[in-house]
Protein backbone atom coordinates (compact mmCIF):
# COMPACT_ATOMS: atom_id res chain seq x y z
CA UNK A 1 0.00 0.00 0.00
CA UNK A 2 1.85 3.10 -1.16
CA UNK A 3 -0.02 6.05 0.51
CA UNK A 4 1.38 9.21 1.70
CA UNK A 5 -1.80 10.81 2.61
CA UNK A 6 -1.62 11.34 6.82
CA UNK A 7 -5.22 10.58 7.12
CA UNK A 8 -7.36 7.15 6.29
CA UNK A 9 -9.99 5.15 6.79
CA UNK A 10 -9.48 2.71 9.81
CA UNK A 11 -11.53 -0.63 10.28
CA UNK A 12 -12.12 -0.61 13.94
CA UNK A 13 -16.00 1.03 14.94
CA UNK A 14 -18.97 1.61 15.01
CA UNK A 15 -21.66 4.36 14.94
CA UNK A 16 -23.78 4.68 17.89
CA UNK A 17 -27.95 5.33 17.97
CA UNK A 18 -26.67 9.43 19.02
CA UNK A 19 -25.20 9.93 16.24
CA UNK A 20 -21.44 9.48 17.83
CA UNK A 21 -18.96 7.06 16.24
CA UNK A 22 -16.81 4.55 18.78
CA UNK A 23 -13.70 3.44 18.52
CA UNK A 24 -13.00 -0.09 18.98
CA UNK A 25 -9.38 -0.66 18.40
CA UNK A 26 -8.99 -0.30 22.39
CA UNK A 27 -10.35 -0.59 25.69
CA UNK A 28 -11.13 2.58 25.76
CA UNK A 29 -14.04 2.81 23.11
CA UNK A 30 -13.78 6.13 22.87
CA UNK A 31 -17.25 7.96 21.57
CA UNK A 32 -16.58 10.99 19.10
CA UNK A 33 -19.04 13.48 17.30
CA UNK A 34 -17.30 15.04 14.10
CA UNK A 35 -13.98 16.89 14.51
CA UNK A 36 -13.20 15.60 18.04
CA UNK A 37 -10.12 13.16 18.33
CA UNK A 38 -9.80 10.21 20.91
CA UNK A 39 -7.64 10.30 24.13
CA UNK A 40 -4.78 8.94 21.98
CA UNK A 41 -5.53 12.21 19.74
CA UNK A 42 -4.11 10.55 16.29
CA UNK A 43 -7.75 8.39 16.11
CA UNK A 44 -10.30 10.83 14.62
CA UNK A 45 -13.91 11.01 13.98
CA UNK A 46 -14.23 12.31 10.24
CA UNK A 47 -17.35 11.87 8.21
CA UNK A 48 -19.13 9.84 10.73
CA UNK A 49 -15.91 7.88 10.71
CA UNK A 50 -13.15 6.99 12.87
CA UNK A 51 -9.52 7.82 10.77
CA UNK A 52 -6.11 7.87 11.49
CA UNK A 53 -4.64 11.08 11.21
CA UNK A 54 -1.17 9.86 11.06
CA UNK A 55 -0.11 7.40 8.81
CA UNK A 56 2.51 7.47 6.67
CA UNK A 57 4.50 10.26 9.15
CA UNK A 58 7.07 9.42 11.91
CA UNK A 59 8.96 11.08 14.44
CA UNK A 60 12.03 10.04 13.25
CA UNK A 61 14.25 6.76 12.63
CA UNK A 62 17.45 5.73 14.60
CA UNK A 63 19.12 2.14 14.10
CA UNK A 64 19.25 0.83 17.85
CA UNK A 65 20.41 -2.74 19.30
CA UNK A 66 17.43 -5.13 19.40
CA UNK A 67 18.63 -5.04 23.27
CA UNK A 68 17.16 -1.42 23.77
CA UNK A 69 13.43 -2.52 23.06
CA UNK A 70 14.22 -4.50 25.08
CA UNK A 71 14.62 -8.18 23.70
CA UNK A 72 17.61 -9.81 24.93
CA UNK A 73 16.09 -13.11 23.12
CA UNK A 74 15.15 -12.52 19.63
CA UNK A 75 18.05 -12.15 17.44
CA UNK A 76 20.46 -11.21 19.40
CA UNK A 77 23.49 -8.48 18.86
CA UNK A 78 21.29 -7.54 15.76
CA UNK A 79 20.36 -3.81 14.27
CA UNK A 80 16.99 -2.44 14.80
CA UNK A 81 15.42 -0.01 12.74
CA UNK A 82 13.03 1.95 15.49
CA UNK A 83 10.38 4.21 14.72
CA UNK A 84 7.40 6.06 16.04
CA UNK A 85 4.76 8.43 15.26
CA UNK A 86 2.67 10.81 18.31
CA UNK A 87 -0.13 10.13 20.64
CA UNK A 88 -1.18 7.08 23.08
CA UNK A 89 -3.58 5.66 24.61
CA UNK A 90 -2.66 5.46 27.89
CA UNK A 91 -1.43 8.87 29.84
CA UNK A 92 1.19 6.80 31.91
CA UNK A 93 2.32 9.62 34.80
CA UNK A 94 5.85 8.57 34.29
CA UNK A 95 6.38 8.17 30.63
CA UNK A 96 9.75 8.45 29.07
CA UNK A 97 8.76 9.83 26.04
CA UNK A 98 6.27 12.00 27.15
CA UNK A 99 7.05 15.02 24.25
CA UNK A 100 6.50 12.10 21.40
CA UNK A 101 3.60 9.80 23.09
CA UNK A 102 1.48 12.42 24.69
CA UNK A 103 2.09 15.31 22.01
CA UNK A 104 -0.41 17.37 21.00
CA UNK A 105 1.32 18.89 18.24
CA UNK A 106 1.17 17.05 14.81
CA UNK A 107 4.74 19.20 13.97
CA UNK A 108 6.52 16.89 16.01
CA UNK A 109 5.85 13.99 13.16
CA UNK A 110 8.46 15.80 11.00
CA UNK A 111 9.06 12.77 8.79
CA UNK A 112 7.17 11.11 5.79
CA UNK A 113 7.86 7.25 4.61
CA UNK A 114 5.46 4.96 2.90
CA UNK A 115 5.74 1.41 4.33
CA UNK A 116 7.83 0.54 1.21
CA UNK A 117 10.37 3.42 2.21
CA UNK A 118 10.49 2.11 5.71
CA UNK A 119 11.20 -1.90 4.18
CA UNK A 120 13.82 -0.73 2.04
CA UNK A 121 15.95 1.52 4.22
CA UNK A 122 15.94 -1.37 6.97
CA UNK A 123 17.05 -4.19 4.05
CA UNK A 124 19.89 -0.90 2.89
CA UNK A 125 20.68 -0.43 6.50
CA UNK A 126 21.34 -4.12 7.09
CA UNK A 127 18.42 -4.29 9.85
CA UNK A 128 17.35 -7.35 10.34
CA UNK A 129 13.75 -6.07 11.75
CA UNK A 130 11.78 -2.76 12.40
CA UNK A 131 10.19 -1.64 15.74
CA UNK A 132 7.58 0.15 16.02
CA UNK A 133 8.22 2.09 19.37
CA UNK A 134 8.62 5.17 21.26
CA UNK A 135 4.81 5.73 21.31
CA UNK A 136 2.32 2.86 20.97
CA UNK A 137 2.01 0.78 17.70
CA UNK A 138 -1.88 0.35 18.57
CA UNK A 139 -2.85 3.94 17.88
CA UNK A 140 -1.44 3.51 14.24
CA UNK A 141 -2.36 0.24 13.54
CA UNK A 142 -3.17 0.71 10.20
CA UNK A 143 0.34 2.09 9.14
CA UNK A 144 2.01 -0.78 11.44
CA UNK A 145 0.93 -3.32 9.01
CA UNK A 146 1.41 -1.82 6.04
CA UNK A 147 4.49 -1.29 7.42
CA UNK A 148 5.14 -5.14 8.34
CA UNK A 149 3.44 -6.14 5.06
CA UNK A 150 6.72 -4.64 3.44
CA UNK A 151 9.34 -5.41 5.68
CA UNK A 152 7.80 -9.45 5.30
CA UNK A 153 8.28 -8.58 1.76
CA UNK A 154 12.25 -8.29 1.37
CA UNK A 155 12.69 -10.16 4.27
CA UNK A 156 12.79 -7.97 7.15
CA UNK A 157 11.38 -8.75 10.82
CA UNK A 158 8.53 -7.07 12.97
CA UNK A 159 8.75 -6.24 16.53
CA UNK A 160 6.13 -4.40 18.45
CA UNK A 161 6.90 -2.35 22.25
CA UNK A 162 3.53 -1.49 23.00
CA UNK A 163 1.63 -1.99 26.80
CA UNK A 164 -0.61 -4.10 24.97
CA UNK A 165 -4.36 -2.52 25.49
CA UNK A 166 -6.21 -3.46 22.65
CA UNK A 167 -9.01 -4.64 22.39
CA UNK A 168 -9.89 -8.79 20.59
CA UNK A 169 -10.17 -8.15 17.06
CA UNK A 170 -7.52 -5.46 16.62
CA UNK A 171 -5.70 -7.56 18.16
CA UNK A 172 -5.39 -10.43 16.35
CA UNK A 173 -5.52 -8.39 12.92
CA UNK A 174 -2.40 -6.57 14.66
CA UNK A 175 -0.36 -9.33 16.01
CA UNK A 176 -0.70 -11.50 12.79
CA UNK A 177 2.15 -9.06 11.24
CA UNK A 178 4.24 -8.87 13.81
CA UNK A 179 7.55 -11.56 14.82
CA UNK A 180 8.24 -9.94 18.13
CA UNK A 181 6.60 -7.91 20.91
CA UNK A 182 8.08 -6.54 24.28
CA UNK A 183 4.68 -6.03 26.18
CA UNK A 184 5.00 -3.41 28.62
CA UNK A 185 3.32 -4.94 32.08
CA UNK A 186 3.54 -1.69 33.98
CA UNK A 187 2.10 -3.38 36.94
CA UNK A 188 -0.40 -5.74 38.45
CA UNK A 189 -3.04 -4.22 39.84
CA UNK A 190 -6.16 -1.97 38.47
CA UNK A 191 -5.51 0.58 41.07
CA UNK A 192 -1.90 1.49 40.16
CA UNK A 193 -3.50 1.58 36.03
CA UNK A 194 -5.89 3.79 37.37
CA UNK A 195 -3.58 5.91 38.99
CA UNK A 196 -0.45 6.16 36.59
CA UNK A 197 -2.02 5.11 33.50
CA UNK A 198 -5.53 5.94 33.27
CA UNK A 199 -6.39 2.40 32.08
CA UNK A 200 -6.98 -1.54 33.33
CA UNK A 201 -5.04 -3.73 33.93
CA UNK A 202 -7.23 -7.07 32.54
CA UNK A 203 -7.04 -6.18 29.05
CA UNK A 204 -3.04 -6.24 29.50
CA UNK A 205 -3.79 -9.37 30.85
CA UNK A 206 -5.64 -10.54 28.42
CA UNK A 207 -2.77 -9.50 25.93
CA UNK A 208 -0.30 -11.68 27.11
CA UNK A 209 -2.68 -14.92 27.32
CA UNK A 210 -3.38 -14.32 23.59
CA UNK A 211 0.19 -13.75 22.60
CA UNK A 212 1.96 -16.78 24.54
CA UNK A 213 -1.21 -19.28 24.05
CA UNK A 214 -2.37 -18.80 20.51
CA UNK A 215 0.50 -17.04 18.38
CA UNK A 216 3.83 -17.68 17.25
CA UNK A 217 4.76 -14.08 18.22
CA UNK A 218 8.09 -14.22 20.31
CA UNK A 219 6.92 -12.49 23.94
CA UNK A 220 9.04 -10.35 26.28
CA UNK A 221 7.93 -8.60 29.11
CA UNK A 222 9.14 -5.39 30.66
CA UNK A 223 8.10 -3.82 34.02
CA UNK A 224 9.32 -0.62 35.25
CA UNK A 225 9.62 -0.54 38.88
CA UNK A 226 8.71 2.97 40.50
CA UNK A 227 9.63 3.89 43.88
CA UNK A 228 6.27 3.13 46.52
CA UNK A 229 3.79 2.89 43.62
CA UNK A 230 4.97 -0.85 42.17
CA UNK A 231 7.92 -2.58 43.24
CA UNK A 232 6.72 -3.79 46.90
CA UNK A 233 7.79 -7.06 47.58
CA UNK A 234 3.86 -8.98 47.79
CA UNK A 235 3.15 -6.92 43.85
CA UNK A 236 5.83 -8.56 42.58
CA UNK A 237 5.40 -11.78 43.74
CA UNK A 238 1.89 -12.02 42.62
CA UNK A 239 2.78 -10.82 39.24
CA UNK A 240 6.05 -12.96 39.19
CA UNK A 241 3.34 -16.39 40.09
CA UNK A 242 0.99 -15.22 37.38
CA UNK A 243 3.63 -14.91 35.13
CA UNK A 244 4.60 -18.71 35.54
CA UNK A 245 1.29 -19.64 36.02
CA UNK A 246 -0.24 -18.35 32.87
CA UNK A 247 2.49 -17.63 30.35
CA UNK A 248 4.89 -19.66 31.66
CA UNK A 249 8.44 -20.09 32.80
CA UNK A 250 10.38 -19.36 29.30
CA UNK A 251 8.93 -15.78 28.85
CA UNK A 252 11.63 -13.25 29.66
CA UNK A 253 11.07 -10.24 31.95
CA UNK A 254 12.73 -7.02 31.88
CA UNK A 255 12.88 -5.48 35.57
CA UNK A 256 14.01 -1.71 34.51
CA UNK A 257 14.92 1.55 36.61
CA UNK A 258 12.55 4.70 36.83
CA UNK A 259 14.57 7.97 36.32
CA UNK A 260 12.48 11.02 37.10
CA UNK A 261 10.27 11.68 33.78
CA UNK A 262 6.83 13.05 33.07
CA UNK A 263 4.72 14.01 35.69
CA UNK A 264 7.02 12.37 37.99
CA UNK A 265 9.87 14.63 38.43
CA UNK A 266 9.86 14.47 41.84
CA UNK A 267 10.23 11.11 42.05
CA UNK A 268 13.68 9.69 43.25
CA UNK A 269 15.42 7.03 40.74
CA UNK A 270 14.76 3.44 41.26
CA UNK A 271 17.92 2.03 43.65
CA UNK A 272 20.12 -0.60 41.77
CA UNK A 273 19.14 -3.26 44.81
CA UNK A 274 15.75 -2.78 44.36
CA UNK A 275 16.02 -4.13 40.52
CA UNK A 276 18.54 -6.98 42.24
CA UNK A 277 15.29 -8.20 44.64
CA UNK A 278 12.71 -8.03 41.94
CA UNK A 279 15.28 -10.25 39.64
CA UNK A 280 15.50 -12.94 42.36
CA UNK A 281 12.30 -13.13 43.63
CA UNK A 282 11.16 -13.43 40.13
CA UNK A 283 13.73 -16.27 39.55
CA UNK A 284 12.43 -18.09 43.07
CA UNK A 285 9.15 -17.88 41.26
CA UNK A 286 10.18 -20.14 38.94
CA UNK A 287 10.82 -17.79 35.75
CA UNK A 288 13.91 -18.61 33.87
CA UNK A 289 15.20 -15.76 32.40
CA UNK A 290 15.16 -12.76 34.10
CA UNK A 291 16.85 -9.18 33.30
CA UNK A 292 17.41 -6.09 34.79
CA UNK A 293 17.56 -2.61 32.70
CA UNK A 294 18.75 1.20 32.45
CA UNK A 295 21.27 0.11 35.23
CA UNK A 296 25.00 -1.78 34.70
CA UNK A 297 24.71 -4.91 36.14
CA UNK A 298 25.99 -7.13 33.80
CA UNK A 299 25.07 -10.45 36.11
CA UNK A 300 21.66 -8.85 35.67
CA UNK A 301 21.72 -8.51 31.52
CA UNK A 302 23.04 -11.80 31.29
CA UNK A 303 21.24 -15.12 29.37
CA UNK A 304 21.93 -18.10 32.61
CA UNK A 305 21.51 -22.20 30.99
CA UNK A 306 18.08 -22.99 33.51
CA UNK A 307 19.52 -26.86 33.30
CA UNK A 308 22.85 -26.41 34.13
CA UNK A 309 23.45 -22.24 35.37
CA UNK A 310 26.32 -21.28 32.81
CA UNK A 311 26.63 -18.15 31.04
CA UNK A 312 25.53 -18.35 27.63
CA UNK A 313 24.81 -15.34 26.49
CA UNK A 314 26.85 -12.22 28.47
CA UNK A 315 26.01 -8.86 28.02
CA UNK A 316 27.40 -5.28 28.77
CA UNK A 317 24.86 -2.54 28.43
CA UNK A 318 23.82 -3.48 25.07
CA UNK A 319 26.57 -5.79 23.75
CA UNK A 320 27.28 -9.32 23.66
CA UNK A 321 30.42 -9.93 25.63
CA UNK A 322 29.65 -14.00 25.43
CA UNK A 323 27.82 -16.35 23.53
CA UNK A 324 27.89 -19.69 24.13
CA UNK A 325 24.98 -21.46 21.97
CA UNK A 326 24.46 -23.79 19.66
CA UNK A 327 21.24 -24.48 17.37
CA UNK A 328 19.65 -22.13 20.10
CA UNK A 329 20.74 -24.95 23.14
CA UNK A 330 23.69 -24.54 26.14
CA UNK A 331 26.63 -25.40 24.63
CA UNK A 332 27.96 -26.96 28.06
CA UNK A 333 24.92 -29.27 28.54
CA UNK A 334 22.58 -29.11 25.52
CA UNK A 335 19.25 -27.58 27.33
CA UNK A 336 17.23 -25.59 24.90
CA UNK A 337 17.29 -21.56 25.18
CA UNK A 338 14.28 -20.23 24.90
CA UNK A 339 14.12 -17.42 22.06
CA UNK A 340 14.40 -16.83 18.55
CA UNK A 341 18.48 -17.14 17.85
CA UNK A 342 21.05 -17.80 14.86
CA UNK A 343 24.01 -19.33 15.21
CA UNK A 344 26.12 -16.27 16.08
CA UNK A 345 25.33 -13.09 17.85
CA UNK A 346 25.01 -9.79 15.70
CA UNK A 347 27.52 -7.45 15.78
CA UNK A 348 25.91 -4.76 16.03
CA UNK A 349 26.87 -3.35 19.42
CA UNK A 350 25.33 -0.84 21.17
CA UNK A 351 25.12 2.43 18.63
CA UNK A 352 22.34 4.17 18.22
CA UNK A 353 22.18 5.94 14.97
CA UNK A 354 19.99 8.48 13.62
CA UNK A 355 18.61 7.73 10.07
CA UNK A 356 17.30 10.60 7.32
CA UNK A 357 14.25 8.44 5.75
CA UNK A 358 14.16 10.22 2.85
CA UNK A 359 18.03 9.41 1.69
CA UNK A 360 15.31 5.91 0.74
CA UNK A 361 12.56 7.72 -0.86
CA UNK A 362 12.90 6.95 -4.48
CA UNK A 363 16.24 4.26 -3.72
Not at 56 to 63: E, L, N, P, T, V
Not at 177 to 192: I, S, W, Y
Not at 198 to 218: C, N
Not at 259 to 266: K, M, N, R, V
Request: proline share 6%; aromatic share 10%.
Amino acid sequence: MENSSSSVPTKYWHKLPDGRVQCDTCPRHCQLKNGRRGVCFVRACENDQIVLTTYGRSSGFCIDPIEKKPLNHFLPGTAILSFGTAGCNLTCKFCQNWHISHSREMEVLAEAATPETIARAAQTLGCRSVAFTYNDPVVFLEYAVDVAKACHAVGVKTVAVTAGYICAEPRRDFFAHMDAANVDLKGFTDDFYAKFCGARLTPVLETLIYLVRETKVWVELTTLLIPSANDSDAGLDAMTKWIFRELGPHVPLHFTAFHPAGQLLDRHPTPPATLTRARELALKNGLRYVFTGNVRDPAGAATYCPACGKLVIGRDGYEITAWHLTGGRCQFCAAPIAGVFEEQAGDWGGDCVPVDIERFVNA
